[in-house]
């Protein structure tokens, strides 16, 4: 199985990332467009009429995702040697 190291969806570093040696996963979202920021209100609200959250929606068709209980961040920190289903090659140069 391939690893972080190699995967063409291993996120370039920031200064805290390059400094704890860890990077973002681009491939697993948060949910359908890779972010979700509600306010405090409409969580409420979604929440006493059971609305699909968006994390709903991509878990119905991504392999994996991303949930923050309160809806505003959630992000894949991996270092160097994790490996997953979705390692795609990055192009060498």
């Given at each position: 199985?391939?690893?972080c190291e190699?995967?063409?969806?291993?996120?370039a570093?920031d200064?805290?990332?390059?400094?704890?040696?860890?990077?973002?996963?681009?491939?697993i979202?948060?949910?359908?467009?890779?972010?979700?920021?509600?306010?405090?209100?409409?969580?409420?609200?979604?929440?006493?009429?059971?609305?699909?959250?968006?994390?709903?929606r991509?878990?119905?068709?991504?392999i994996?995702?991303?949930?923050?209980?309160?809806?505003?961040?959630?992000e894949?920190?991996?270092?160097?040697?994790?490996?997953?289903?979705?390692?795609?090659?990055?192009?060498?140069?």
């Open positions: 199985m391939g690893t190699t995967c063409a969806h291993w996120g570093p200064q805290r990332e390059k400094a704890l040696a860890i990077r973002k996963c681009q491939a979202p948060h949910d359908k467009n890779g972010a979700s920021q509600w306010d405090a209100d409409d969580l409420e609200w979604r929440e006493e009429c059971g609305a699909i959250y968006p994390e709903d991509a878990m119905m068709t991504a994996a995702v991303t949930c923050d209980g309160s809806g505003y961040r959630a894949l920190n991996t270092r160097a040697a994790f490996g997953c289903a979705l390692h795609t090659e990055a192009p060498r140069g």
